[in-house]
């Protein structure tokens, strides 16, 4: 089974600033890892996800994030954020045979003026 | 684009009552799954349906529940007799291949 910590609850950020989101997962076998973003009353939308290849994942809106094997890690990054970046962000692991996914509790991005 | 559907969108019950939440997922998809979001909290696994039967429940998914897909297109949760507790937003998502889930809009079940 999986299992996903998201370090940090809550983020508060000015517009234009970074964010970094940390994620972190433990498994037994070999995983996806997937960012989703949740806006204020809306469903989950897919921001990136990690398969295969290049560790360096480039998402939707500006987002990236850097798959660590041996940190098992994934965590999320934005060089500048806007207003319309406030939401929840949850990261997301699944088995490779198995595509029913773990999520995170969730941390929430809330980007100030 | 395809996109998973769900109804309704929003739904209040008294407690003890059947509810049942649809969800039409992208059509040459194989695999279903049933989440649930309690307000603030993480969303959690509920079910995995596929070749028309349950392949893993979660223990959130005691008696109460029950899935079916009725006919070719929809997908279906019923909550046999609701509990406060149920208040929750429900996603229905589907999947083809590995990579990534579909996930619906939601549907915002409230108990009272």
């Known amino acids: 089974a999986q299992s996903v910590t998201q370090l940090d609850s809550q983020v508060p950020v000015f517009e234009e600033a970074p964010v970094e989101l940390r994620c972190n997962y433990s498994?037994?076998?070999?995983?996806?890892l997937f960012w989703y973003v949740q806006y204020p009353n809306q469903g989950l939308q897919l921001l990136l996800k990690?398969?295969?290849?290049?560790?360096l994942v480039k998402g939707i809106n500006g987002f990236e994030a850097e798959f660590n094997k041996s940190q098992t890690s994934f965590h999320l990054r934005k060089p500048s954020v806007h207003i319309s970046d406030t939401a929840e962000y949850f990261c997301?692991?699944?088995?490779?045979?198995?595509?029913?996914?773990?999520f995170g509790a969730g941390t929430t991005v809330t980007v100030r003026a | 684009e395809p996109e998973v559907t769900q109804t309704p969108s929003h739904q209040v019950t008294q407690m003890g009552q059947e509810v049942i939440l649809r969800c039409v997922p992208i059509?040459?998809?194989?695999?279903f799954y049933w989440y649930r979001q309690i307000l603030g909290q993480k969303v959690e696994f509920l079910v995995s349906?596929?070749?028309?039967?349950?392949?893993?429940k979660s223990e959130i998914f005691d008696d109460q529940f029950s899935v079916e897909r009725p006919d070719g297109s929809n997908f279906t949760l019923k909550i046999r007799s609701t509990k406060l507790e149920d208040s929750a937003m429900y996603f229905c998502?589907?999947?083809?291949?590995?990579?990534?889930?579909?996930f619906g809009e939601g549907s915002r079940l409230t108990v009272l």
């Open positions: 998502a589907s999947i083809a291949a590995p990579g990534e889930l579909f």
């Open positions: 498994s037994s076998v070999s995983v996806y």
């Open positions: 990690y398969l295969s290849g290049s560790t």
């Open positions: 349906f596929y070749n028309n039967e349950i392949s893993e």
């Open positions: 059509s040459n998809h194989l695999y």
């Open positions: 997301a692991v699944s088995d490779r045979n198995d595509y029913k996914l773990s």
